[in-house]
């Protein structure tokens, strides 16, 4: 079972963007042993899972890092990290640091710079890693969060392109959550009409505070699309996960799906439009008393689809 989990919520850094506010006051919540049983988890289904670890930044905790990458690839699991980078002031540190990831199993660094992240780490170190990636043959990826306001990651390419042959680049729209709540919506890359897209990137993850979560983006962290917590068992969350009815209609037709029966229930859609289908997650399930509504109407309609197979299975 593929899994993300968001080890810590300590980060050197404190970017007005961050949707999971982490700062370098927060406090570590789960330890190593917790960790392990959560990645323990994922091997229960039989398959070698794709496990992601991000923070926080990963990097700060240097050696538990290392010790957890080191237990999830000799179990067969396939590792990948996200960072900002900032352990790569220069290239002889950015060389040390990639060796000790990738003898230590990684198979994919994800770093992340922007606008952002810039006012706490140059984005020369996001450079200094990407060579040192290079050299080492590590995967490295760059992800690169955009407003209508700040840089954009063309710009940063054209910087810096000789160094990015070959690199895959991705730019994410900032989405309106964490401290970046209270950003002005013109300076959002919104759309106007409402977005048709399905859940872009769900993998049961695990949140720092030691919460099972639908997936690490926007919605992901709402107390209403929650799955469970560390201390029960991961068989009977993974299962609630894959069969759970709002998750599958999000799955098979986005949120977008919920809408009309949202806006039954009192939701008024932002004027000014969303940023993706994220971004209108969020802001479907936000609401206590709505939410708890497309419960209601998503487990009705499992069950009426399950009565209906039922119904045919008997006239046949």
Known sequence: MNLGILLWNTCDASCAHCAVSSSPTEARVMSNSDIKRIIDGAFLDGKKPSIGLSGGEAFLHLADLLEIVAYAVQKGGRVSVNTNCHWAQDMAEARRIVRLVKNAGVHKLVASTDTFHKKYI???????????CIEAHLEIEIQYVATRKTERMFEFIEKHADD???ITCREIPCHPVGRAEKMK???????????????????LSVSADGRYIPCCNTAGHLKALEMGTIAENQQVVA???AHSPVMRKLWEKGPISFVASAQAAGFVPQPLGYVDQCHLCHDLFKD????AQLKKLADQEAFDELYGTYQAYLQD
């Not at 919506?185 to 993998?203: D, F, W």
């Not at 206590?288 to 939410?291: A, G, H, N, Y």
């Open 122 to 132: 140059d984005d020369q170190c996001v450079i200094h890693a990407v060579n040192a």
């Open 164 to 166: 990015l042959v070959n």
């Open 185 to 203: 919506r013109s300076a959002l890359i919104l759309r106007s009409k409402l977005p048709k897209g399905t859940c872009p990137n769900a993998v």
């Open 239 to 241: 299962r609630r996960y």
């Open 288 to 291: 206590t008393e709505i939410s």
